[in-house]
C-alpha cells in the first residue's frame, strides 16, 4: 500500500545548473551529492514541513525522453501560491497552467510550470495539508 511521498525524481542535462537553480529556488542547498558536488550526477535536497526528497538525477540516466514536459505532476503545498508562482517565473519557469481553483471555492487551487530544465513542477495551496499538519503536530505535542 502506497504510505507517502519519498522521492520525487527530475532529470537535466546539467545537474549542476539544476542545482544551483533549486537551491535558490528553495532557500536551501542540496544535502547529498553523487559521485561529487563538484561533478555531480544525482543531487537531492530535503524540503518541506516533512522533509521530502528531491532529486535531481543526470538526463543521461533517464528511460524517458527529458526535456519535453510531460508525465504526472507532483503538487507541492505552498501558503501564498500566486506569489510563488511569481518567484518561479521571476527564476526562468515558464507557466505550465497559470492559477486554476478546483472544486467549489474549497480551498484547493493548483498552478505548474516547467523549471528551466523541462521538469513540471506543481503548486497548490491544499487545506487538507494544512489539517494533516495539524493533526500531526497535536499528536506529538
Do not use: C
Amino acid at each position: 500500500m502506497l504510505r507517502g511521498l519519498a522521492t520525487v525524481s527530475f532529470y537535466a542535462a546539467d545537474v549542476k545548473a539544476a542545482r544551483d537553480w533549486y537551491e535558490k529556488l528553495l532557500g536551501v542547498e542540496a544535502y547529498y551529492a553523487v559521485p561529487s558536488a563538484e561533478d555531480p550526477a544525482y543531487v537531492e535536497f530535503r524540503i518541506g514541513d516533512l522533509q521530502a526528497e528531491l532529486g535531481i538525477i543526470d538526463a543521461k540516466y533517464a528511460t524517458h525522453q527529458v526535456g519535453a514536459a510531460a508525465g504526472a505532476i507532483m503538487y507541492w503545498h505552498v501558503d501564498d501560491l500566486a506569489g510563488t508562482l511569481a518567484r518561479l517565473i521571476e527564476l526562468g519557469a515558464t507557466v505550465n497552467e497559470d492559477i486554476v481553483e478546483r472544486g467549489n471555492n474549497t480551498g484547493f487551487r493548483t498552478a505548474s510550470v516547467v523549471d528551466p530544465f523541462g521538469n513540471l513542477l506543481g503548486i497548490m495551496t491544499n487545506p487538507h495539508y494544512i489539517q494533516v499538519l495539524e493533526d500531526l503536530r497535536s499528536r506529538s505535542a
